[in-house]
């Protein structure tokens, strides 16, 4: 069964740092692309972030780029994000999800980033 | 970016009848590959979406078989054929042909 499980959310000032982790288990990690998505409080689903599991590429919105850095292990079968530079607006549950080839097709339960002072 | 447009925003249906959400995109989802990259994921109250529908038409397991995907091009839709307590919810289209991926803004789903 395929499972992934954010962790990392919390209570952060604006212009602060946070990390996000996703666990992933029951599928061969190596072999998908990933992908991070959020959702801010009420509103709909953005995509933030996509790392290649083939050839490394790493790809990322507009809104986020230069400030957060996806990354991966994959001898640990885990998924990350790197927030710098945070702002109010970034305040969103955050997904993980599995990115077969033209799709998205397992997400996880997310994990809740608010950034407020 | 392709900006995906869904309507209703709303969507009130009784118990027992059918339900049709429509997502129209703004350049056509036809992939040079052929294949048309378009998705509907159901998120319902509280939790995690969920991958309802994929290329188009698509579904997924588990899936009941009264969900059905429908469209080419530019436009699409999802349809419930009877409406159950359990579809409740936002439904979400989803482009996957053009980076960035886009979603539409979503259909809330209500039993009336």
């Known amino acids: 069964e395929v499972q992934l499980v954010e962790s990392g959310g919390h209570l952060v000032q604006p212009g602060g740092s946070l990390r996000l982790s996703c666990a992933a288990s029951?599928?061969?990690?190596?072999?998908?692309?990933m992908s991070w998505f959020r959702q801010a409080p009420g509103k709909g689903l953005e995509w933030v972030s996509d790392?290649?599991?083939?050839?490394?590429?790493?790809y990322y919105a507009d809104s986020v780029k230069g400030r957060f850095t996806i990354s991966r292990d994959n001898s640990k079968n885990m998924l990350y994000l790197q927030m710098i530079s945070l702002r109010v607006e970034d305040t969103a549950t955050y997904y993980c999800?599995?990115?077969?080839?033209?799709?998205?097709?397992?997400w996880g339960q997310g994990t809740l980033v608010t950034v407020s002072s | 970016d392709v900006v995906m447009t869904q309507s209703p925003l709303s969507l009130p249906v009784t118990l027992g009848q059918p339900a049709s959400i429509s997502c129209k995109s703004s350049?056509?989802?036809?992939?040079?590959?052929?294949?048309?990259?378009l998705n509907w994921f159901q998120q319902r109250p509280g939790q995690s979406p969920r991958r309802l529908i994929y290329?188009?038409?698509n579904r997924d397991s588990g899936v009941p078989d009264r969900f059905s995907g429908s469209g080419s091009g530019t436009d699409f839709a999802l349809n419930i054929s009877r409406v159950e307590a359990e579809d409740v919810g936002v439904y979400y289209c989803?482009?996957?042909?053009?980076?960035?991926?886009?979603f539409g803004g979503g259909t809330k789903v209500e039993i009336k």
């Open positions: 350049q056509s989802l036809v992939h040079s590959d052929g294949n048309t990259y």
């Open positions: 790392f290649s599991g083939v050839d490394g590429n790493t």
């Open positions: 290329q188009v038409s």
């Open positions: 029951g599928f061969t990690f190596s072999n998908y692309d």
């Open positions: 999800a599995r990115r077969p080839p033209g799709t998205v097709d397992y």
């Open positions: 989803m482009q996957s042909t053009r980076w960035p991926l886009t």
